[in-house]
């Protein structure tokens, strides 16, 4: 054999691999249109892809309406009673029970309230105080400031 003949071979195996992969990837593809448009004309598939471009229209307005709505979500919960703790205890020791409580009602940013139940023999009297960053303006009792402490382990 010659080197033209030798060159020859090797050109007619390339090919024929060539076109062996050729044949394998259109196969494919012919299965692919198969399954995907099945039973559609030339003018059904223009229609089709039409509607299917719609579609994702439409989904990707909802995925925005998402994505604006999971924002305004995420602001609320900001200012939302995230903590919370009820401290239940007996101010009064000669009455009995532990009626009276200390409720707080905190956000993330540790604002909020707390709320004071005194429970007695004759009288009940609540009490509301405001809370920003843990703290308030107005003498807190040790049952509301337990009660805060705990909130925060919420």
Same mark, same amino acid.
């Given at each position: ?31 692919? #249109? ?22 994702? =229209? ?24 995230? #903590? ?24 993330? #940013?540790? =604002? ?10 004759? *009288? ?20 509301? *400031? *337990? ?8």
């Amino acid at each position: 054999m010659n080197l033209l003949q030798i060159s020859t071979l090797i050109i007619s195996v390339i090919s024929l691999a060539v076109a062996v992969i050729a044949l394998i990837s259109t196969s494919g593809i012919k299965r692919l #249109k198969q399954e995907f448009f099945v039973g559609k004309s030339g003018g059904n598939l223009e229609e089709f892809i039409v509607k299917q471009n719609q579609k994702i =229209n439409e989904l990707t307005g909802h995925a925005d309406l998402m994505e604006a709505s999971v924002r305004d979500l995420r602001e609320l919960q900001k200012i939302s009673v995230q #903590k919370m703790s009820v401290i239940r205890y007996n101010p009064f020791k000669d009455d009995g029970g532990n009626l009276s409580f200390s409720l707080a009602l905190l956000d993330g #940013k540790d =604002n909020g309230l707390i709320i004071t139940s005194m429970h007695g023999r004759e *009288q009940n009297r609540i009490y509301a105080k405001p809370i920003k960053n843990g703290k308030s303006d107005f003498t807190l009792t040790e049952e509301e *400031q *337990q009660a805060i402490k705990e909130s925060k382990n919420f």
